[in-house]
């Protein structure tokens, strides 16, 4: 059964303290890894697909990485407005579903 | 705006009511699902429709019964709900291939 683990759990930032999100999964043969960025009472809105370890991807403050067993996100100089519960996700080969973990929560403090 | 609509935004029913949630995708996708998410905990696929053929139902309890009458709409009814079942549920739309899953904004069903 695909699992993935995200820690920390909760992360308070300072305005402009960079800091990292952990993802680690477990998958028999990794089709794709996911970041979503999620804000209260809304749903997920897709961020990134990782499909290979070394692979990264960058979005304004926000850069993924990916190895064989883990990915994180990096958070650079972050901003109040990236406050947001952050959630990762696997698919294995064979499956239709995407399994989640329990999300990192990012307070970023002006 | 994802292009996954879902409706209504809030839902407060008893124990004895039968309501629906209601899912539109205007991106083209032919598949679509439908989540749980509850706090503290990740969200947990309930149903898998592909090509409006369900192909995956993950042990959910009777009292939740999905329709995908075509494959830009998805319903979820509802009937005889616990209290335990209050969650946020979210419809999600894929192209298969691509398996990147975009979600609608939810409903937030509360059971009393």
């Known amino acids: 059964e695909d699992q993935v683990t995200q820690s920390p759990e909760a992360l308070r930032l300072q305005e402009g303290e960079s800091s990292s999100l952990n993802c680690s999964y477990t998958?028999?043969?990794?089709?794709?890894l996911f970041w979503y960025r999620q804000d209260p009472g809304k749903g997920p809105e897709f961020l990134f697909t990782l499909y290979s370890a070394g692979e990264e991807k960058e979005k304004e403050r926000l850069k993924a990485t990916l190895t064989k067993k883990e990915s994180f996100l990096h958070i650079t100089a972050p901003k109040p407005e990236d406050s947001a519960t952050y959630l990762c996700a696997v698919q294995g080969y064979g499956n239709n579903r995407l399994a989640f973990g329990k999300g990192n929560q990012v307070v970023v403090i002006p | 705006e994802t292009g996954v609509t879902q409706t209504p935004r809030h839902l407060v029913m008893g124990m004895t009511n039968k309501k629906s949630l209601k899912c539109e995708q205007h991106?083209?996708?032919?598949?679509m699902y439908w989540y749980k998410q509850s706090a503290k905990k990740p969200l947990e696929l309930m149903f898998v429709?592909?090509?409006?053929?369900?192909?995956e139902n993950n042990s959910v309890p009777s009292r939740f019964s999905p329709e995908c009458p075509n494959s830009s709409h998805l319903f979820l009814h509802l009937h005889t709900l616990q209290p335990e079942d209050s969650a946020l549920y979210l419809c999600?739309?894929?192209?298969?291939?691509?398996?990147?899953?975009?979600f609608g904004q939810g409903t937030r069903l509360t059971v009393v």
């Open positions: 998958v028999s043969g990794l089709r794709g």
């Open positions: 999600a739309s894929s192209q298969p291939g691509t398996y990147e899953a975009f």
């Open positions: 991106l083209g996708h032919n598949a």
């Open positions: 429709y592909s090509l409006e053929e369900r192909v």
